[in-house]
Nanobody, 126 residues
Framework: QVQRVESGGGSVQAGGSLRLSCAASGYTGSKNCMGWFRQVPGKEREGVATIYTIDGSTYYADSVKGRFTISQDNARNALYLQMNSLKPEDTAMYYC???????????????????WGQGTQVTVSS
């Protein structure tokens, strides 16, 4: 059974940066799509960024394009999210997730994760 643990969250002022990490342990299986989601209490979880692990194709939600960068380290089973120019509306619990899915779905952000981490809180103050 895979375990995914996020880290790197915290509190920053608007315009600041954070780097989230997601470390996987246990049997990760043949996951080919990994990504970051976020959720604010009372709202649906939304996809933030996705990477197709085979060729590195990425997807970003419009709200984070140009500010966030997703990356992977396959040797370490790790996933990262570099977040720059943070805004108060980026405040949320951030989760990493993974699945084996069709490459088109993964690269377009339309996929359903099979496993999740426990989340790390990001708070951006104005």
């Amino acid at each position: 059974q895979v375990q995914r643990v996020e880290s790197g969250g915290g509190s920053v002022q608007a315009g600041g940066s954070l780097r989230l990490s997601c470390a996987a342990s246990g049997y990760t299986g043949s996951k080919n799509c990994m990504g970051w989601f976020r959720q604010v209490p009372g709202k649906e979880r939304e996809g933030v960024a996705t990477i197709y692990t085979i060729d590195g194709s990425t997807y970003y939600a419009d709200s984070v394009k140009g500010r966030f960068t997703i990356s992977q380290d396959n040797a370490r089973n790790a996933l990262y999210l570099q977040m720059n120019s943070l805004k108060p509306e980026d405040t949320a619990m951030y989760y990493c997730a993974a699945a084996f899915t069709h490459p088109v779905g993964c690269a377009s952000g339309r996929w359903s994760p099979a496993d999740w981490g426990q989340g790390t809180q990001v708070t951006v103050s104005s």
